[in-house]
């Protein structure tokens, strides 16, 4: 089967989300806009979450999976997932189900014009500190990289495979997605998408990475914005 867009789904300790996980992203598939697939990346859990995966990969023909030796980030579980990817389109979205894989087709509708388009939470479920810490970190991000985007944090995205392979990464790449496609030069969309509570597993964000660790990554943004090497051919003879 020929597919047109891969979900990459990064992941730590989720096993009480994953069954659940499969119901939601199946129904997805049977009413995508564009033939779809399911990539898993474990990023080195150390729960049942490597089982059940198994279990749903060997029973669902467009599911597949990446387990890492050892737990190295979101951002690296995501970039593995795109260095994985041969679709035309990728995307991707937490396991907590806290957005809802039904709205890749908001999405999808205008990822032919755009090298992202990104979700913006409404109505946040979220608790005041979390909602806080985010506004902060947006604020914050807005201010040090002028790009321009809301909620960079929504974990739905979909990219131009294309546009997400040339991104350079690093541990944090992840809050800068919408920013590292406007250098360059891609564009990039809003789109307002769900938002639910977490109703199992445990969040894997505190203070340090949504509030100090991001401030230390928009210096190291700031710095290779500068250096960024970014050119166009006039004449090849």
């Not at 199946?26 to 697939?37: C, D, G, I, R, W």
């Not at 997605?177 to 977490?198: C, D, N, W």
Request: aromatic content about 10%; hydrophobic content about 40%; overall charge positive.
């Amino acid at each position: 089967m020929v597919y047109e867009f891969t979900i990459v789904v990064p992941l730590y300790n989720e096993e009480e989300n994953l069954l659940r996980l499969e119901e939601a992203l199946n129904s997805f598939l049977t009413m995508a806009s564009k033939q779809s697939a399911v990539l898993f990346v474990n990023d080195g859990s150390t729960d049942n979450s490597q089982q059940l995966i198994e279990t749903i990969c060997a029973r669902n023909t467009h599911f597949s999976f990446l387990e890492f030796e050892k737990n190295q980030g979101l951002s690296a579980a995501i970039k593995a997932g795109f260095d994985h990817v041969e679709t035309k389109y990728v995307g991707y979205i937490d396991a907590d189900l806290q957005t809802s894989p039904q709205d890749f087709n908001l999405l999808l509708a205008h990822a032919h014009e755009h090298d992202l388009v990104t979700g913006i939470r409404t109505n946040r479920q979220d608790t005041p500190l979390k909602k806080l810490s985010s506004k902060i970190a947006n604020t914050t991000r807005r201010t040090f990289t002028k790009d321009g985007i809301d909620d960079t944090g929504c974990p739905l995205k979909v990219f131009k495979t294309s546009s997400a392979k040339t991104i350079p990464m690093f541990k944090g790449t992840h809050r800068f997605f919408p920013a590292m496609i406007q250098l360059q030069k891609g564009t990039v969309l809003q789109i307002p998408v769900q938002h639910f509570p977490r109703i199992a597993g445990t969040p894997k964000f505190g203070i340090w990475n949504r509030l100090v660790g991001p401030l230390l990554d928009c210096f190291i943004f700031l710095w290779m914005k500068k250096r960024y090497i970014n050119y166009k051919i006039k004449r090849d003879e």
